[in-house]
Protein backbone atom coordinates (compact mmCIF):
# COMPACT_ATOMS: atom_id res chain seq x y z
CA UNK A 1 0.00 0.00 0.00
CA UNK A 2 1.76 3.30 -1.06
CA UNK A 3 1.93 6.47 1.40
CA UNK A 4 1.16 9.43 -0.53
CA UNK A 5 1.61 11.49 3.01
CA UNK A 6 4.92 13.73 3.01
CA UNK A 7 6.87 13.53 6.18
CA UNK A 8 7.96 16.44 7.19
CA UNK A 9 12.20 17.44 6.62
CA UNK A 10 13.90 18.30 9.83
CA UNK A 11 17.78 19.67 9.08
CA UNK A 12 18.17 21.60 12.23
CA UNK A 13 18.29 20.45 15.68
CA UNK A 14 14.81 19.72 17.90
CA UNK A 15 14.32 23.13 19.79
CA UNK A 16 16.66 25.35 17.14
CA UNK A 17 14.76 28.88 16.97
CA UNK A 18 14.55 30.53 13.74
CA UNK A 19 13.64 33.84 12.75
CA UNK A 20 14.03 35.29 8.88
CA UNK A 21 13.09 38.32 6.42
CA UNK A 22 11.34 41.35 7.79
CA UNK A 23 10.77 39.99 11.43
CA UNK A 24 14.89 38.76 11.75
CA UNK A 25 16.08 42.31 10.47
CA UNK A 26 13.23 44.10 12.77
CA UNK A 27 14.48 42.18 16.38
CA UNK A 28 18.59 43.06 15.17
CA UNK A 29 17.55 46.67 14.83
CA UNK A 30 15.27 47.03 18.00
CA UNK A 31 17.87 45.46 19.78
CA UNK A 32 20.64 47.68 18.73
CA UNK A 33 18.44 50.75 19.66
CA UNK A 34 17.81 49.51 23.33
CA UNK A 35 21.25 49.41 23.24
CA UNK A 36 22.23 53.15 22.12
CA UNK A 37 18.80 54.07 24.20
CA UNK A 38 20.21 53.15 27.58
CA UNK A 39 23.67 54.94 27.40
CA UNK A 40 22.15 58.01 25.09
CA UNK A 41 21.43 59.77 28.51
CA UNK A 42 24.78 59.94 29.56
CA UNK A 43 26.10 61.83 26.33
CA UNK A 44 27.87 65.28 27.19
CA UNK A 45 28.47 67.67 29.99
CA UNK A 46 25.30 67.56 31.10
CA UNK A 47 24.68 63.65 31.06
CA UNK A 48 23.77 61.69 33.72
CA UNK A 49 25.08 58.80 35.55
CA UNK A 50 24.21 54.76 35.74
CA UNK A 51 23.96 52.26 38.81
CA UNK A 52 24.75 48.81 37.77
CA UNK A 53 24.56 46.34 40.68
CA UNK A 54 25.78 42.94 40.25
CA UNK A 55 24.44 39.69 41.53
CA UNK A 56 26.52 40.00 44.58
CA UNK A 57 25.48 43.28 45.44
CA UNK A 58 28.38 45.38 44.03
CA UNK A 59 27.80 49.04 42.90
CA UNK A 60 29.49 50.74 39.54
CA UNK A 61 28.38 54.60 39.52
CA UNK A 62 29.25 55.56 35.90
CA UNK A 63 28.62 57.47 32.63
CA UNK A 64 31.20 55.89 31.19
CA UNK A 65 29.39 54.18 28.07
CA UNK A 66 31.80 51.39 28.38
CA UNK A 67 31.83 50.20 31.71
CA UNK A 68 27.86 50.35 31.12
CA UNK A 69 27.82 48.18 28.51
CA UNK A 70 30.14 45.82 29.96
CA UNK A 71 28.80 45.10 33.45
CA UNK A 72 25.22 44.66 32.03
CA UNK A 73 26.28 41.69 30.89
CA UNK A 74 23.84 41.30 27.30
CA UNK A 75 22.66 38.56 25.74
CA UNK A 76 21.32 39.15 22.72
CA UNK A 77 23.78 38.30 19.45
CA UNK A 78 22.76 42.02 17.77
CA UNK A 79 23.36 43.88 20.92
CA UNK A 80 26.40 42.33 21.48
CA UNK A 81 27.80 43.43 18.34
CA UNK A 82 27.08 46.85 19.52
CA UNK A 83 28.68 46.88 22.68
CA UNK A 84 32.13 45.72 20.45
CA UNK A 85 31.51 48.94 19.07
CA UNK A 86 31.75 50.31 22.41
CA UNK A 87 35.39 47.95 23.08
CA UNK A 88 36.61 48.71 19.92
CA UNK A 89 36.52 52.45 20.76
CA UNK A 90 37.72 51.83 24.51
CA UNK A 91 41.04 49.98 23.09
CA UNK A 92 41.79 52.25 20.08
CA UNK A 93 41.22 55.66 21.92
CA UNK A 94 40.20 55.24 24.87
CA UNK A 95 36.95 57.96 24.25
CA UNK A 96 34.20 58.03 22.83
CA UNK A 97 32.25 55.32 23.41
CA UNK A 98 29.35 56.69 24.35
CA UNK A 99 28.98 58.84 20.81
CA UNK A 100 30.16 55.22 18.98
CA UNK A 101 27.22 53.64 20.13
CA UNK A 102 24.14 56.47 19.70
CA UNK A 103 25.35 56.85 16.46
CA UNK A 104 25.18 53.19 15.54
CA UNK A 105 21.62 52.79 16.72
CA UNK A 106 20.54 56.35 15.07
CA UNK A 107 21.90 54.88 11.57
CA UNK A 108 20.15 51.54 12.45
CA UNK A 109 17.07 53.54 13.27
CA UNK A 110 17.14 55.67 10.12
CA UNK A 111 18.16 52.27 7.95
CA UNK A 112 14.58 50.64 9.38
CA UNK A 113 12.73 53.93 7.92
CA UNK A 114 13.65 52.94 4.22
CA UNK A 115 13.55 49.71 5.13
CA UNK A 116 9.38 50.06 5.41
CA UNK A 117 9.83 52.20 2.13
CA UNK A 118 10.79 48.85 0.74
CA UNK A 119 14.38 50.19 -0.10
CA UNK A 120 16.62 47.03 0.04
CA UNK A 121 19.15 46.70 2.91
CA UNK A 122 21.96 46.03 0.34
CA UNK A 123 21.38 49.59 -1.24
CA UNK A 124 21.32 50.86 2.43
CA UNK A 125 24.51 49.40 3.02
CA UNK A 126 26.16 50.38 -0.12
CA UNK A 127 25.02 53.76 0.52
CA UNK A 128 26.03 54.05 4.40
CA UNK A 129 29.77 52.97 2.77
CA UNK A 130 29.63 55.73 0.49
CA UNK A 131 28.59 58.27 3.24
CA UNK A 132 31.51 56.58 5.32
CA UNK A 133 34.13 57.28 3.25
CA UNK A 134 32.81 61.06 2.34
CA UNK A 135 32.32 61.68 6.18
CA UNK A 136 35.90 60.47 6.72
CA UNK A 137 37.25 63.09 4.08
CA UNK A 138 35.07 65.88 5.43
CA UNK A 139 36.53 65.01 8.83
CA UNK A 140 40.21 65.27 7.49
CA UNK A 141 38.82 68.79 5.87
CA UNK A 142 37.85 70.44 8.62
CA UNK A 143 40.38 69.22 11.17
CA UNK A 144 43.17 70.91 12.93
CA UNK A 145 46.63 70.84 13.69
CA UNK A 146 48.12 70.20 17.04
CA UNK A 147 51.70 68.84 17.95
CA UNK A 148 53.41 67.83 21.47
CA UNK A 149 54.04 71.26 21.97
CA UNK A 150 51.40 72.93 22.47
CA UNK A 151 50.61 72.63 25.91
CA UNK A 152 47.19 74.38 25.90
CA UNK A 153 45.63 72.58 23.50
CA UNK A 154 46.52 69.42 25.00
CA UNK A 155 45.42 70.78 28.06
CA UNK A 156 41.67 71.69 26.81
CA UNK A 157 41.54 67.97 25.06
CA UNK A 158 42.17 66.52 28.43
CA UNK A 159 39.10 68.82 30.19
CA UNK A 160 36.96 68.49 27.19
CA UNK A 161 37.46 64.54 27.98
CA UNK A 162 36.60 64.75 31.93
CA UNK A 163 33.77 67.17 31.80
CA UNK A 164 30.94 65.64 32.44
CA UNK A 165 32.17 63.29 35.08
CA UNK A 166 33.05 62.39 38.13
CA UNK A 167 36.87 64.27 38.02
CA UNK A 168 34.76 67.74 36.52
CA UNK A 169 35.74 69.58 40.07
CA UNK A 170 39.75 69.49 39.62
CA UNK A 171 39.59 68.94 35.74
CA UNK A 172 41.93 72.12 35.65
CA UNK A 173 44.55 70.18 37.82
CA UNK A 174 43.81 66.62 36.57
CA UNK A 175 44.35 68.13 32.99
CA UNK A 176 47.91 69.41 34.15
CA UNK A 177 49.53 66.22 35.25
CA UNK A 178 47.58 64.09 32.18
CA UNK A 179 49.89 66.10 29.96
CA UNK A 180 52.88 66.15 31.96
CA UNK A 181 52.56 62.53 32.35
CA UNK A 182 51.63 61.50 28.63
CA UNK A 183 54.80 63.88 27.69
CA UNK A 184 57.12 62.13 29.92
CA UNK A 185 56.84 58.95 28.40
CA UNK A 186 57.19 59.95 24.91
CA UNK A 187 59.68 57.43 23.48
CA UNK A 188 61.14 58.26 19.97
CA UNK A 189 57.62 59.56 18.90
CA UNK A 190 55.64 56.45 19.78
CA UNK A 191 53.47 56.84 23.23
CA UNK A 192 52.95 53.72 25.39
CA UNK A 193 49.82 54.38 27.86
CA UNK A 194 51.01 51.26 29.37
CA UNK A 195 53.85 53.30 30.88
CA UNK A 196 51.69 55.89 33.08
CA UNK A 197 50.49 53.73 35.91
CA UNK A 198 46.94 54.35 37.75
CA UNK A 199 46.75 53.99 41.20
CA UNK A 200 43.99 54.84 43.06
CA UNK A 201 43.34 55.20 47.13
CA UNK A 202 40.62 56.12 48.62
CA UNK A 203 40.85 58.80 50.83
CA UNK A 204 41.04 62.61 50.42
CA UNK A 205 40.42 65.18 47.78
CA UNK A 206 39.91 64.89 44.04
CA UNK A 207 42.30 67.69 43.88
CA UNK A 208 44.89 65.94 45.91
CA UNK A 209 45.63 63.46 42.90
CA UNK A 210 48.94 63.65 42.29
CA UNK A 211 51.97 63.37 39.14
CA UNK A 212 55.07 60.68 40.74
CA UNK A 213 57.83 61.21 38.56
CA UNK A 214 58.79 57.22 39.19
CA UNK A 215 56.66 54.94 40.26
CA UNK A 216 54.17 54.03 43.30
CA UNK A 217 54.60 50.27 44.33
CA UNK A 218 51.35 48.80 46.72
CA UNK A 219 54.27 47.49 48.76
CA UNK A 220 55.98 48.38 52.50
CA UNK A 221 59.70 47.71 52.97
CA UNK A 222 60.25 44.01 54.32
CA UNK A 223 61.58 44.91 58.06
CA UNK A 224 60.99 48.16 60.18
CA UNK A 225 64.56 48.34 60.59
CA UNK A 226 65.14 49.63 57.63
CA UNK A 227 65.85 53.22 56.80
CA UNK A 228 62.24 54.95 56.19
CA UNK A 229 63.53 57.58 53.35
CA UNK A 230 66.72 56.87 51.21
CA UNK A 231 67.89 59.79 49.48
CA UNK A 232 70.28 59.40 46.00
CA UNK A 233 69.21 56.14 45.51
CA UNK A 234 70.85 53.19 43.87
CA UNK A 235 67.71 50.48 42.64
CA UNK A 236 68.82 46.93 42.10
CA UNK A 237 66.09 45.15 40.25
CA UNK A 238 66.11 41.31 41.02
CA UNK A 239 63.85 39.05 39.78
CA UNK A 240 65.01 35.79 42.04
CA UNK A 241 64.28 35.02 45.38
CA UNK A 242 66.98 35.91 48.19
CA UNK A 243 66.53 32.51 49.83
CA UNK A 244 67.82 29.04 50.20
CA UNK A 245 66.57 26.95 47.43
CA UNK A 246 64.84 23.39 48.27
CA UNK A 247 66.66 20.63 46.18
CA UNK A 248 64.49 19.79 43.18
CA UNK A 249 64.48 15.90 44.49
CA UNK A 250 63.60 14.65 48.10
CA UNK A 251 67.03 14.57 49.94
CA UNK A 252 67.90 13.21 52.76
CA UNK A 253 70.92 14.92 55.45
CA UNK A 254 72.04 12.52 58.13
CA UNK A 255 73.77 14.31 60.89
CA UNK A 256 75.44 12.26 63.46
CA UNK A 257 76.91 15.45 65.27
CA UNK A 258 75.55 18.11 66.65
CA UNK A 259 77.86 20.07 65.29
CA UNK A 260 77.16 19.44 61.66
CA UNK A 261 73.96 20.23 62.02
CA UNK A 262 75.25 24.34 63.45
CA UNK A 263 77.82 24.11 60.23
CA UNK A 264 75.27 23.16 58.51
CA UNK A 265 73.10 26.50 59.78
CA UNK A 266 75.85 28.56 59.56
CA UNK A 267 76.29 27.57 55.89
CA UNK A 268 73.33 28.40 55.11
CA UNK A 269 73.27 32.05 56.94
CA UNK A 270 76.84 32.39 55.00
CA UNK A 271 74.91 31.60 52.11
CA UNK A 272 72.49 34.00 52.34
CA UNK A 273 75.00 36.78 53.79
CA UNK A 274 76.53 36.77 50.73
CA UNK A 275 73.75 37.31 48.41
CA UNK A 276 73.16 40.58 50.76
CA UNK A 277 77.11 41.21 50.20
CA UNK A 278 76.87 41.10 46.44
CA UNK A 279 73.78 43.87 46.28
CA UNK A 280 75.59 45.84 49.25
CA UNK A 281 78.80 45.24 46.85
CA UNK A 282 76.95 46.62 44.02
CA UNK A 283 76.75 50.46 45.39
CA UNK A 284 72.91 49.71 45.47
CA UNK A 285 70.96 51.27 49.05
CA UNK A 286 67.62 49.87 47.62
CA UNK A 287 66.55 46.12 46.60
CA UNK A 288 63.19 45.26 44.95
CA UNK A 289 62.78 41.48 44.10
CA UNK A 290 60.21 40.21 42.63
CA UNK A 291 60.13 37.07 45.23
CA UNK A 292 60.51 36.51 48.34
CA UNK A 293 63.11 37.65 50.86
CA UNK A 294 64.26 35.18 53.71
CA UNK A 295 64.48 36.01 56.94
CA UNK A 296 67.92 36.00 57.67
CA UNK A 297 68.36 37.97 54.95
CA UNK A 298 66.22 40.53 55.57
CA UNK A 299 68.50 41.31 59.32
CA UNK A 300 71.45 41.50 56.88
CA UNK A 301 69.96 43.93 54.88
CA UNK A 302 68.77 46.19 57.21
CA UNK A 303 72.64 45.95 58.81
CA UNK A 304 73.73 47.53 55.45
CA UNK A 305 71.28 50.19 55.88
CA UNK A 306 69.28 48.43 52.60
CA UNK A 307 65.76 49.66 51.89
CA UNK A 308 64.14 46.41 50.35
CA UNK A 309 60.78 45.76 49.49
CA UNK A 310 59.67 41.78 48.07
CA UNK A 311 57.28 39.71 46.09
CA UNK A 312 57.40 43.39 43.64
CA UNK A 313 55.14 42.50 40.48
CA UNK A 314 56.24 41.71 37.17
CA UNK A 315 54.59 45.16 35.62
CA UNK A 316 56.05 47.31 38.44
CA UNK A 317 59.60 45.75 37.94
CA UNK A 318 59.46 46.68 33.87
CA UNK A 319 57.96 49.79 34.87
CA UNK A 320 60.87 50.42 37.58
CA UNK A 321 63.42 49.85 35.06
CA UNK A 322 62.02 52.53 32.24
CA UNK A 323 61.54 55.26 35.40
CA UNK A 324 64.81 54.71 36.84
CA UNK A 325 66.82 53.33 34.16
CA UNK A 326 67.69 49.83 35.90
CA UNK A 327 68.18 46.52 34.24
CA UNK A 328 66.00 43.49 35.64
CA UNK A 329 68.68 40.75 36.66
CA UNK A 330 68.10 37.42 37.00
CA UNK A 331 70.79 36.19 38.94
CA UNK A 332 71.87 38.12 42.21
CA UNK A 333 75.70 37.21 41.41
CA UNK A 334 75.70 38.95 38.12
CA UNK A 335 74.53 42.04 39.91
CA UNK A 336 76.97 45.14 39.04
CA UNK A 337 77.05 49.04 39.45
CA UNK A 338 75.72 49.38 35.79
CA UNK A 339 72.49 47.43 36.35
CA UNK A 340 71.66 49.48 38.83
CA UNK A 341 68.93 52.20 38.66
CA UNK A 342 69.17 55.74 39.74
CA UNK A 343 65.87 57.96 41.69
CA UNK A 344 66.00 61.26 43.80
CA UNK A 345 64.11 59.44 46.96
CA UNK A 346 62.76 56.37 47.95
CA UNK A 347 60.23 56.43 50.61
CA UNK A 348 57.82 54.17 52.37
CA UNK A 349 54.73 56.70 52.68
CA UNK A 350 51.44 55.56 54.65
CA UNK A 351 48.32 56.74 52.06
CA UNK A 352 44.74 55.95 53.59
CA UNK A 353 45.53 53.01 55.80
CA UNK A 354 48.09 51.19 53.44
CA UNK A 355 51.75 51.93 53.40
CA UNK A 356 53.46 52.06 49.79
CA UNK A 357 56.56 52.54 48.59
CA UNK A 358 57.53 55.94 46.40
CA UNK A 359 60.28 55.63 43.62
CA UNK A 360 60.25 59.69 43.17
CA UNK A 361 62.38 62.51 41.19
CA UNK A 362 63.55 60.08 38.47
CA UNK A 363 65.69 61.71 35.83
CA UNK A 364 64.00 61.67 32.71
CA UNK A 365 61.30 58.43 33.39
CA UNK A 366 59.96 56.54 30.62
CA UNK A 367 57.19 55.10 33.31
CA UNK A 368 55.50 57.45 35.55
CA UNK A 369 52.34 57.23 38.50
CA UNK A 370 49.07 59.20 38.76
CA UNK A 371 47.73 58.58 42.33
CA UNK A 372 44.51 59.40 41.49
CA UNK A 373 42.34 59.83 45.12
CA UNK A 374 38.64 60.68 45.92
CA UNK A 375 36.28 60.51 49.37
CA UNK A 376 35.21 56.79 48.46
CA UNK A 377 35.81 54.17 46.91
CA UNK A 378 32.38 54.77 43.80
CA UNK A 379 34.27 58.18 43.35
CA UNK A 380 37.74 57.04 42.80
CA UNK A 381 36.81 54.71 40.39
CA UNK A 382 35.42 57.01 38.00
CA UNK A 383 37.69 59.45 38.60
CA UNK A 384 40.40 57.12 37.47
CA UNK A 385 38.06 56.30 34.57
CA UNK A 386 37.93 59.58 33.37
CA UNK A 387 41.59 60.45 33.66
CA UNK A 388 41.79 56.94 31.57
CA UNK A 389 39.71 59.02 29.10
CA UNK A 390 41.64 62.03 29.21
CA UNK A 391 45.48 60.12 28.88
CA UNK A 392 43.94 58.17 25.32
CA UNK A 393 42.45 61.93 24.20
CA UNK A 394 45.66 63.33 24.71
CA UNK A 395 47.83 60.22 23.16
CA UNK A 396 44.91 60.11 20.34
CA UNK A 397 45.83 63.92 19.48
CA UNK A 398 49.51 63.77 19.85
CA UNK A 399 50.27 60.50 17.63
CA UNK A 400 47.69 61.44 14.99
CA UNK A 401 48.45 64.88 15.01
CA UNK A 402 44.81 66.58 14.40
CA UNK A 403 41.79 67.81 16.19
CA UNK A 404 38.33 68.77 16.08
CA UNK A 405 36.36 71.02 18.38
CA UNK A 406 33.60 69.18 20.27
CA UNK A 407 29.87 70.28 21.55
CA UNK A 408 28.44 68.52 18.42
CA UNK A 409 29.97 70.68 16.03
CA UNK A 410 31.76 67.89 13.52
CA UNK A 411 28.51 66.44 13.54
CA UNK A 412 26.75 69.62 12.38
CA UNK A 413 29.62 70.29 9.65
CA UNK A 414 28.97 66.35 8.50
CA UNK A 415 25.58 66.86 8.23
CA UNK A 416 25.48 69.77 5.98
CA UNK A 417 28.63 68.40 3.97
CA UNK A 418 26.94 65.03 3.49
CA UNK A 419 23.17 66.32 2.22
CA UNK A 420 25.25 67.83 -0.29
CA UNK A 421 26.85 64.76 -1.22
CA UNK A 422 23.96 63.01 -1.62
CA UNK A 423 22.82 65.32 -4.31
CA UNK A 424 25.22 64.82 -6.48
CA UNK A 425 24.06 60.74 -6.28
CA UNK A 426 21.27 59.19 -8.21
CA UNK A 427 18.96 56.42 -7.31
CA UNK A 428 18.27 54.75 -4.17
CA UNK A 429 21.55 55.26 -2.95
CA UNK A 430 20.92 59.11 -2.40
CA UNK A 431 17.76 58.16 -0.07
CA UNK A 432 20.69 55.89 2.01
CA UNK A 433 23.35 58.77 2.18
CA UNK A 434 20.61 61.02 3.25
CA UNK A 435 19.67 58.89 5.83
CA UNK A 436 23.72 58.51 7.20
CA UNK A 437 23.53 62.37 7.11
CA UNK A 438 20.56 62.91 9.29
CA UNK A 439 22.11 60.40 11.86
CA UNK A 440 24.79 62.52 12.31
CA UNK A 441 22.33 65.09 13.89
CA UNK A 442 21.99 62.77 16.90
CA UNK A 443 25.20 63.70 18.70
CA UNK A 444 24.23 67.55 19.03
CA UNK A 445 20.14 67.01 19.71
CA UNK A 446 21.53 64.24 22.70
CA UNK A 447 23.14 66.85 24.06
CA UNK A 448 20.30 69.28 24.21
CA UNK A 449 17.88 66.41 25.30
CA UNK A 450 20.42 65.83 28.47
CA UNK A 451 20.79 69.58 28.55
CA UNK A 452 17.16 69.50 29.01
CA UNK A 453 16.81 72.13 25.56
CA UNK A 454 14.73 72.01 23.37
CA UNK A 455 16.49 70.30 20.26
CA UNK A 456 14.39 71.59 17.51
CA UNK A 457 15.09 75.47 18.24
CA UNK A 458 19.18 74.10 19.32
CA UNK A 459 19.55 72.76 15.99
CA UNK A 460 17.58 75.04 14.07
CA UNK A 461 20.23 77.79 15.33
CA UNK A 462 22.87 75.42 15.11
CA UNK A 463 21.83 74.33 11.34
CA UNK A 464 21.94 78.16 10.61
CA UNK A 465 25.43 79.21 12.05
CA UNK A 466 26.88 76.42 9.97
CA UNK A 467 25.47 77.30 6.68
CA UNK A 468 27.09 80.85 7.42
CA UNK A 469 30.09 79.34 7.39
CA UNK A 470 31.10 78.55 10.82
CA UNK A 471 32.16 75.24 10.66
CA UNK A 472 32.69 75.10 15.07
CA UNK A 473 29.69 76.58 15.89
CA UNK A 474 28.19 74.00 18.47
CA UNK A 475 25.80 73.74 21.85
CA UNK A 476 26.66 75.41 24.82
CA UNK A 477 24.52 73.72 26.69
CA UNK A 478 24.49 76.08 29.65
CA UNK A 479 22.65 78.70 28.26
CA UNK A 480 21.36 76.76 24.97
CA UNK A 481 22.71 78.92 22.55
CA UNK A 482 24.89 78.01 19.79
CA UNK A 483 29.03 78.75 20.37
CA UNK A 484 32.71 79.00 18.98
CA UNK A 485 33.52 75.58 20.61
CA UNK A 486 37.30 76.09 19.56
CA UNK A 487 37.30 79.69 21.71
CA UNK A 488 35.41 78.07 24.66
CA UNK A 489 38.03 75.20 24.91
CA UNK A 490 36.12 72.32 23.77
CA UNK A 491 38.51 70.35 21.56
CA UNK A 492 39.06 66.73 21.12
CA UNK A 493 41.22 64.54 18.88
CA UNK A 494 40.13 63.65 15.31
CA UNK A 495 40.25 59.73 16.03
CA UNK A 496 37.39 59.70 17.98
CA UNK A 497 35.27 61.20 15.58
CA UNK A 498 36.87 58.96 12.49
CA UNK A 499 36.56 55.84 14.57
CA UNK A 500 33.36 56.02 16.14
CA UNK A 501 31.74 57.01 12.62
CA UNK A 502 34.22 54.16 11.10
CA UNK A 503 32.80 51.44 13.56
CA UNK A 504 29.54 52.37 13.64
CA UNK A 505 28.66 52.35 9.64
CA UNK A 506 30.83 48.72 10.02
CA UNK A 507 28.44 47.53 12.50
CA UNK A 508 25.32 49.42 11.19
CA UNK A 509 26.15 48.00 7.71
CA UNK A 510 26.34 44.12 9.52
CA UNK A 511 23.52 44.08 11.28
CA UNK A 512 21.38 45.01 7.58
CA UNK A 513 22.73 42.44 5.70
CA UNK A 514 21.22 39.75 8.17
CA UNK A 515 17.83 38.10 7.27
CA UNK A 516 17.72 34.77 9.18
CA UNK A 517 18.51 34.23 12.63
CA UNK A 518 19.17 31.24 13.62
CA UNK A 519 19.90 30.22 17.40
CA UNK A 520 20.24 26.20 18.37
CA UNK A 521 18.66 24.33 21.16
CA UNK A 522 21.83 24.31 23.03
CA UNK A 523 20.95 20.43 23.92
CA UNK A 524 23.76 18.60 21.58
CA UNK A 525 21.44 15.60 20.72
CA UNK A 526 22.63 15.85 17.07
CA UNK A 527 19.93 16.00 14.58
CA UNK A 528 16.09 15.78 15.72
CA UNK A 529 13.84 12.52 14.36
CA UNK A 530 11.10 13.42 12.45
CA UNK A 531 7.48 12.72 14.20
CA UNK A 532 7.04 9.03 14.91
CA UNK A 533 10.25 7.95 14.49
CA UNK A 534 11.14 6.15 17.28
CA UNK A 535 14.42 6.81 19.44
CA UNK A 536 17.50 4.86 17.67
CA UNK A 537 16.67 5.45 13.94
CA UNK A 538 15.83 2.94 11.93
CA UNK A 539 17.64 0.29 13.30
CA UNK A 540 15.03 0.67 16.20
CA UNK A 541 11.83 -0.23 14.00
CA UNK A 542 9.91 -3.58 14.76
CA UNK A 543 9.31 -6.21 12.11
CA UNK A 544 12.49 -4.93 10.20
CA UNK A 545 14.72 -8.18 9.75
CA UNK A 546 18.41 -7.06 9.40
Same mark, same amino acid.
Given at each position: ????????????? /??????????????????????????? *???????????????? !??????????????????????? =?????????? /?????????????????????????????????????????????????????????????????????? *????????????????????????????????????????? =???????????? &??????? &????????????? #? =?????????????????? =???????????????? &???????????????????? %??? $????? %????????????????? $???????????????????? $????????????????????????????????????????? !??????????????????????? +???????? +?? #???? &?????????????????????????????????????????????????????????????????????? $??????????????????? +????? +??????????????????? !???????????????? !???????
Amino acid at each position: MSNNQVQPIFIMP /EGTQRSTGRTAQKNNIMAAKLVAETVR *TTLGPKGMDKMIVDSL !GDVVVTNDGVTILDEMKIEHPAA =KMIVEIAKTQ /EDEIGDGTTTAVVLAGELLKNAEELIEKEVHPTVIARGYRLAEVKAQELLQKISEGVTEKDDAVLRKIAM *TAMTGKGAENAKEKLAEITVKAVKSVIEEGNIDSDNIKLEK =KVGNAVENSELI &EGVVLDK &ERVHSGMPRMVEN #A =KIALVDSAIEIKNTEIDA =KIQITDPNQLQKFLDQ &EEDMLKEKVEQVKASGANVL %ICQ $KGIDD %IAQFFLVKAGIYAVRRA $KKSDMEALAKATGASIVSNI $KELSANDLGKAGIVEESKVGDESMTYVKKCKNPKSVTMLVR !GGTEHVVDEVKRAVEDAIGDVIA +AITEGKVV +AG #AGAP &EMELFKGLNKYAQSLSGREQLAVQAFANAMDVIPRTLAENAGLDPIDVLTDLKAQHDKGSKWSGINVFTG $KPMDAWKNSVIEPLKIKTQ +AISSA +AEVAVMILRIDDVISGSGK !GDGPAMPPGMPPGGMG !GMPGMDM
